[in-house]
């Protein structure tokens, strides 16, 4: 097998992430609408989603785990003999299969769809359990429709967002083709990354800071939708 034939397989690897993690938004949208409709004993069906969650978070991290190993192998080979690329397939299995017996749940745990996943629906029953105990007024239009500009826009890029990520550190919300490229950008100057919202002082965002914020994502798609409609 030549190198190429390795990275054209890396790539599909990689495509079938975006994919688990599409499924992995689906799934997460299908258990707030549970916990937004459950009743006073709860609902198992938040419990199944929950379980299916961590599945698709543990083939995603083990997706990872097979493409770093597989990229570090290729490039100890790249640097050795020909010969050198007939073991490459048994590095590559014993490496992952060592790799692969550490995974813990605590890691899966910490998965960053799984993190949004349970916040998510910590959000979705307090906003059941608030509509459900309140009969709150509804606001003037205006000042709604003020405030969902001001909630719904990216300080980056300054218009509305399509897939939010909220920062654990500020709690500031940034689109995440935004924040990742500018992440992204900074680390190439060797710099730390500043939360791009004016008067924040949180001075070094990372990757691992950030969350899909999917209560937020779904009031945007619910805003456009109703503004379609109108």
Not at 14 to 25: A, E, F, L, P, Y
Not at 78 to 96: C, D, G, H, I, R
Not at 129 to 144: F, P, V
Request: charge should be negative.
């Amino acid at each position: 097998m030549s190198l190429s034939a390795v990275h054209g397989t890396l790539s599909s690897l990689k495509s079938c992430q975006v994919d688990i993690r599409t499924g992995m938004d689906i799934v997460t949208d299908v258990a707030m609408d549970l916990a937004e409709a459950q009743d006073e004993e709860g609902n198992p069906g938040v419990k199944e989603m929950e379980a299916m969650i961590l599945e698709c978070a543990k083939l995603d991290t083990e997706i990872n785990y097979f493409v770093d190993i597989v990229q570090q192998v290729t490039s100890e080979v790249n640097t050795q003999q020909p010969e050198a690329m007939f073991s490459l397939s048994a590095k590559v299995k014993e490496q992952f299969t060592e790799r692969i017996a550490r995974l813990s749940d605590a890691e899966l745990q910490n998965h960053q769809k799984v993190v949004a996943f349970k916040d998510s629906i910590k959000n979705s029953l307090n906003q059941a359990n608030q509509e459900s105990a309140e009969n709150t007024e509804e606001l003037d239009e205006d000042i709604a429709v003020t405030q969902t500009q001001v909630n719904f826009t990216c300080p980056l890029t300054q218009v509305e967002m399509v897939n939010p990520m909220k920062n654990k550190k500020c709690n500031h919300h940034y689109d995440e083709g935004a924040i990742l490229s500018l992440i992204k950008t900074k680390q190439s100057q060797k710099k730390k990354c500043r939360c791009p919202v004016v008067g924040c002082m949180t001075t070094d965002v990372k990757q691992s800071d950030l969350i899909p914020d999917q209560m937020l994502r779904r009031k945007i798609q619910s805003q456009k939708r109703h503004s379609n409609r109108t």
